[in-house]
């Protein structure tokens, strides 16, 4: 019987070892890392302790102070509250980064009655410091932001989600959510990112950057929301895998894909006119194609010529693929051209080859191609 009772004991401590406990910020401006800053119940005095990674936390319509890199389950954030997560630039120059493995969410209301929950902000309810950093990890939710809104720009967003897909909701509770707008950083470090609404640029300088083994999926959603140069990312390195598909787009100031990176358009319609961009908003920095890439639609598809390609494919059985006037085609590597698939180059300024070329498809081309290869 005593092993009994003390079996239950052990089961009941146990689980309420790693119950989930709800933290409401008690003191305006109160530092995150003092255990006086938290209350576990709306509107409670402060003194409950710290949230750790179990925990959900909401700004209650305070500000808090982030003093240290943090890990929590879910971030309700005050949709109507200014800085409601503010860094501590008092406390040095490191950056400190919000780990969230559940999802963060617009919100508003006492809570006491569960609702007023999904509230898209209406205002920088973050402050816009680089070295306020949020990471989401997907370890809990697939969905890591749901409500959210382009009123309320994030300084710098990191997806690190090994093996996972991961994504912003795009419709909770009848709130359309999960759009906004970047400050500084996007970073998809690890596994594949899928946004479920378009991401622009607050400012016009904001970095993105697709880590060697991660993955941009837009297939669902585009970076740079409406398409114009003003909220379009200043510059992207892709070291890993971007593939565009629909009719989505990749507006950008500038462009690097590095050796290791691919880069797959798959888009096609009234926005893919050229490349990667939408319509006629082409990049006016500097594109470099050291990775490959592919035109792969099965529709017929405008070939950017604003810089060399490095290793070229075209694929799309029965479509053709169109090089678009002004710019040089050139390909410094490989060009393959897939079955099926009809090449046609004469709008372009000029062909040059400098690798070997595969033509399973269909290619008449009407002007001098300069073989410059040494091999």
């Known amino acids: 019987m005593r092993r009994h009772s003390l079996l239950i004991c052990l089961l009941v401590f146990g689980v309420s070892s790693f119950a989930q406990t709800t933290y409401y910020v008690a003191v305006n401006d109160g530092l995150w890392s003092n255990a006086a800053t938290w209350s576990t119940t709306y509107n409670g005095s402060g003194g409950a302790g710290v949230p750790t990674s179990a925990d959900y936390v909401r700004t209650n ?20 509250t200014a800085n409601s997560i503010r860094y501590d630039a008092d406390n040095g120059l490191d950056p400190y980064t919000i780990t969230i493995t559940e999802l963060m969410v617009g919100s508003s209301g006492d809570f006491t009655s569960g609702n007023g ?17 949020f990471r989401f990890t997907g370890a809990n939710s697939t969905n890591v932001l749901r409500s959210w809104s382009n009123s309320a720009p994030l300084p710098y967003v990191i997806i690190d989600a090994p093996g996972l897909t991961i994504n912003t909701q795009d419709n909770t509770g009848g ?14 470090s690890n596994g594949t990112f899928q946004p479920m609404e378009n991401i622009g640029d607050y400012a016009g300088s904001a970095l993105l950057t697709v880590a060697s083994g991660a993955t941009l ?23 890993g895998t971007t593939t565009i598909s629909g009719d989505q787009y990749l507006n950008l100031n500038s462009l690097t894909v590095q050796a290791s990176g691919a880069l797959n358009i798959n888009s096609s319609g009234s926005n893919q006119t050229a490349g990667w961009w939408y319509q006629s908003t082409a990049p006016t920095g ?41 710019g040089a085609f050139q390909v410094n590597g490989a060009l393959s051209i897939g079955s099926s698939v009809t090449l046609v180059t004469n709008a372009a300024s000029s062909v040059i080859l400098r690798g070997n070329v595969t033509n399973d498809g269909s290619w008449s081309p009407t002007q001098t191609i300069r073989f410059e290869g040494t091999t």
């Open 286 to 326: 500097s594109v470099t194609l050291s990775g490959p890439v592919t035109y792969g639609a099965s529709a017929a598809q405008t070939i950017a010529t604003v810089a060399p390609y490095t290793n070229l494919t075209l694929s799309g059985s029965g479509f053709t693929k169109t090089a678009a006037s002004g």
């Open 175 to 188: 709130v359309t959510g999960g759009e906004f707008r970047v400050r500084y950083n996007l970073t998809v």
């Open 61 to 80: 319509g305070r500000r808090v102070i982030v003093d240290s890199d943090v890990t929590i389950r879910r971030l309700f954030v005050n949709a109507n």
């Open 117 to 133: 929950i999904n509230t898209k902000p209406t205002t920088t309810v973050i402050e816009l410091n680089q070295d306020l950093r």
């Open 217 to 239: 999926d837009l297939s669902l959603a585009s970076i740079n929301g409406d398409g114009t140069t003003g909220t379009r990312f200043n510059s992207a390195t892709i070291a």
